[in-house]
């Protein structure tokens, strides 16, 4: 039970006469909490990043029970049930990381208030790579997103395609950034595998410049036998 309510002391928050709020609450509902919460305070909040919506409203019963709950910081509802009441949207429900991952929506997030945007609990790079270790080697060439630790260019953090829960299918997603090869798509007479991204450049890291999988005709040399051939001799320049 919430500490007031089981030491009796009904008077902190009601009063025993008349109130013009119901419940005969001597105040509004946040600013009560605030009196004992000053972590949700105003001037604490007004210098976070970002804030939970029923938070900003000053709405503390959406999530909490002021009297008593089964459930611990007196949350009305366990965990992840609570958070769906209002995040419905599919890729909250469907989550990889909720249905995968044994994670919960605590593990990432702040249910208050954040200096981090999406009320993480830190920032981006953080943590993703508390459960996603990229392993980068200082001799290999890093995708300009991954250096820049900003995975959500290509993933979605909670129900994204496929099993690397990606923001789209290549190559659109690469299109996205990559919009100079896009273009070569339409082309009259393209290279087949242009809209096969992967088969030549790594997603993550790869050992040679433009992420590269192999150096210069190496890759080439994997479909077109020709490659090969030139590789044993002088040929002219490219």
């Given at each position: 039970?919430?500490?007031?309510?089981?030491?009796?002391?009904?008077?902190?928050?009601?009063?025993?006469?008349q109130s013009?709020?119901?419940?005969?609450?001597?105040?509004?509902?946040?600013?009560?909490?605030?009196?004992?919460?000053?972590?949700?305070?105003?001037?604490?909040?007004?210098?976070?990043?970002?804030?939970?919506?029923?938070?900003?409203?000053?709405?503390?019963?959406?999530?909490?029970?002021?009297?008593?709950?089964?459930?611990?910081?007196?949350?009305?509802?366990?965990?992840?049930?609570?958070?769906?009441?209002?995040?419905?949207?599919?890729?909250?429900?469907?989550?990889?990381?909720?249905?995968?991952?044994?994670?919960?929506?605590?593990?990432?997030?702040?249910?208050?208030?954040?200096?981090?945007?999406?009320?993480?609990?830190?920032?981006?790079?953080?943590?993703?790579?508390?459960?996603?270790?990229?392993?980068?080697?200082?001799t290999m060439?890093?995708?300009?997103?991954?250096?820049?630790?900003?995975?959500?260019?290509?993933?979605?953090?909670?129900?994204?395609?496929?099993?690397?829960?990606?923001?789209?299918?290549?190559?659109?997603?690469?299109?996205?950034?990559?919009?100079?090869?896009?273009?070569?798509?339409?082309?009259?007479?393209?290279?087949?595998?242009?809209?096969?991204?992967?088969?030549?450049?790594?997603?993550?890291?790869?050992?040679?410049?433009?992420?590269?999988?192999?150096?210069?005709?190496?890759?080439?040399?994997?479909?077109?036998?020709?490659?090969?051939?030139?590789?044993?001799?002088?040929?002219?320049?490219?």
């Amino acid at each position: 039970p919430h500490a007031p309510a089981a030491m009796g002391e009904c008077y902190q928050c009601h009063s025993a006469h008349q109130s013009s709020r119901p419940g005969l609450l001597k105040d509004g509902v946040a600013l009560l909490c605030q009196t004992c919460h000053e972590d949700m305070s105003a001037p604490v909040l007004e210098k976070t990043v970002s804030i939970h919506q029923p938070v900003l409203a000053g709405d503390c019963n959406v999530c909490h029970d002021a009297h008593g709950a089964a459930e611990k910081s007196l949350l009305i509802k366990p965990g992840e049930a609570l958070c769906r009441d209002c995040h419905t949207d599919a890729k909250f429900t469907a989550s990889h990381h909720l249905q995968t991952a044994d994670l919960g929506c605590l593990d990432c997030h702040s249910p208050h208030a954040s200096m981090q945007p999406a009320l993480l609990r830190e920032d981006p790079k953080a943590t993703c790579v508390k459960c996603h270790d990229p392993g980068l080697s200082p001799t290999m060439v890093a995708h300009e997103p991954v250096k820049q630790g900003d995975c959500a260019i290509c993933h979605d953090p909670h129900a994204g395609v496929g099993a690397k829960s990606l923001q789209q299918e290549p190559p659109m997603l690469c299109f996205n950034c990559h919009q100079n090869i896009a273009r070569f798509v339409t082309a009259e007479h393209k290279h087949s595998v242009v809209e096969d991204c992967g088969a030549c450049h790594g997603a993550h890291e790869a050992p040679h410049k433009g992420l590269l999988l192999k150096p210069g005709s190496g890759v080439c040399a994997d479909c077109h036998d020709v490659a090969r051939d030139a590789a044993a001799k002088s040929v002219h320049k490219p």
